[in-house]
């Protein structure tokens, strides 16, 4: 019988089980299995056996402390010499250089430079020999041989980013072409083939895989004592590996995702979770989504885990003006529903967190696309645009567009008459306008997304269930024993919603 067969009938992994002695990939797997069934305890020992067997696999290094944090350990974790969390950081470290490496070679096999610029300059209508100029020497830098190279500069997450710019750029494009247009046309666009050939998508190189990703995951990184540049790494490499897997999809049409209709008169926008049922977001935010002003915004959720028929999901279901389960859905036909909709802002309330359809934004079916509640760090994606924050919990001066104003010069950028100015000395040929390349050495910033800032807290909190009493007759203790007991009573009601 199996591991997955005993534990299925048992509900106890074997521990006798013979195969999973001395095999570190098939301990670490048992371990990820028992901690995913919320039996993290458990799980512990068998990442511990996996570290015993092989002391530089990744992912039981990193699944043991993980592991450890779960459960308070902290004396294994950072007290213990060597320290497992010192280990971990050595690994980060390494999985980031030897990641620099993706992607070299792509551009020298795919097409000369002059092939990329004429892209480049349509999708910005921008023919101005400065303007060439600038992106040659920016192109150029990849065409060297290999040993010449800027061994720092990634061409991988290069040519994503620039892929994913250039198909901003084109949807814009598009958008102001229908903006122009007489109002009897603005209905949602069904692309002809006059329109794929105008709007065609940049296609990445064909010889371009996935790339690897580090083995801590960006939600771990909040407890990791990592530098700024490796928190910034560990979520830009997982959004490279997201865009590239998304953009080679067969799915993909040869054009961008033509851009809703100009508002008229409503703005429409969307929100897609996996976290609409009893999770903190939905405890948080269970009343937002009623409290839209419909007279200047259209309201459309996207579920993409099926209802678990809690009061959270009915009160969302309920008080959202248009709710789409789409949880049984392939990605291809949620984009596609979201196309339709005509969405005009598509804001992601998952990040990077379990459950999260990231792919869905990597897409790109909307014209803006936001980030907000559900991952409290940087997403350092090129399908994030904007992130709703305040000014307390992402400073200003540790996004990538302000460091990039403060190395460039606003003199420098007014004389040039635009932003994107020419390689510098404070600059990387990766460098784009008013976006720093996350590969950079620069220790100073983590965030490569833009904020809207809240005027006091970007933080959402549903009041009246925070203070919501028992209907039954006040009960009055006589000591700290009753009242203990009566507290926990009534937040395992608010919890559970038993009357």
């Known amino acids: 019988m199996s591991i997955a067969a005993r534990q299925q009938v048992t509900g106890f992994a074997d521990l ?65 010499k060597p ?25 020298l096999l795919d097409k000369p430079p002059e092939s990329w610029l004429e892209i480049i300059c349509y999708a910005y209508n921008d023919w101005r020999p400065e303007f060439q100029n600038r992106w040659l020497e920016r192109l150029r830098v990849f065409y060297l041989p290999l040993e010449q190279r800027d061994p720092t500069l990634s061409e991988g997450s290069f040519m994503i980013r620039l892929v994913e710019k250039l198909m901003r750029k084109m949807q814009r494009k598009w958008y102001m072409q229908i903006a122009n247009e007489s109002a009897a046309t603005r209905t949602v666009v069904r692309p002809t083939l006059q329109d794929a050939a105008l709007y065609t998508r940049p296609a990445l190189p064909s010889r371009m895989i996935a790339p690897a990703v580090p083995t801590v995951l960006p939600f771990h990184t909040f407890t990791y004592p990592l530098s700024t540049r490796q928190i910034r790494l560990i979520s830009h490499r997982n959004a490279l590996r997201i865009s590239q897997t998304t953009l080679s999809q067969m799915w993909m049409p040869q054009h961008v995702f033509p851009p809703p209709p100009v508002p008229a008169p409503r703005l429409k926008i969307g929100y897609v979770s996996s976290d609409f049922n009893n999770h903190p977001l939905a405890h948080l935010m269970q ?131 635009n932003a994107n100015g020419p390689v510098t000395s404070n600059s990387r040929a990766t460098d784009f306008e008013g976006d720093l390349d996350p590969e950079g050495p620069r220790d100073d910033w983590i965030y490569s997304e833009r904020f809207l800032y809240m005027p006091h807290s970007y933080f959402v909190n549903d009041h009246k269930q925070g203070f919501r009493e028992s209907e039954e007759a006040p009960f009055s203790p006589t000591n700290q024993e009753e009242l203990w007991a009566s507290e926990e009573q009534k937040r395992w009601l608010a919890r559970k919603e038993v009357s």
Request: glycine fraction near 8%; aromatic fraction near 10%; charge should be negative.
């Open 16 to 80: 006798s089980f013979p195969l999973c002695s001395n095999f570190d990939v098939a301990l670490a797997n048992l371990g990820n299995a028992i901690k995913d069934q919320g039996r993290t305890q458990d799980s512990v020992q068998y990442y511990r056996r996996a570290v015993k067997v092989n002391p530089n696999f990744p992912e039981a290094l990193c699944g043991l402390v993980s592991a450890l944090l779960a459960v308070c350990d902290w004396d294994e974790v950072y007290e213990r």
């Open 287 to 417: 009343s937002c989504f009623g409290l839209h002003d419909l007279t200047r915004f259209s309201i459309y959720l996207y579920a993409t885990t099926p209802s678990d028929s809690s009061p959270f999901r009915q009160k969302i279901e309920r008080d959202a003006e248009h709710f789409v389960d789409v949880s049984s859905w392939k990605n291809e036909q949620i984009v596609d529903h979201i196309v339709q909709d005509g969405i005009h802002v598509l804001i992601n309330l998952n990040g990077y967190t379990k459950g999260a359809r990231n792919e869905i934004f990597a897409a790109r079916p909307c014209p803006v696309q936001m980030e907000f509640m559900g991952f409290a760090g940087p997403l350092v994606s090129g399908w994030t645009d904007w992130v709703i924050a305040d000014p307390i919990v992402c400073p200003p001066s540790y996004t990538s567009g302000d460091v990039w104003r403060r190395i460039s010069g606003k003199d420098t950028i007014l004389a040039n008459g």
């Open 83 to 107: 320290t497992l969390m010192s280990r971990v950081s050595e690994l980060v470290n390494k999985q980031i250089d030897d990641g620099c490496l993706y992607g070299a070679g792509t551009l």
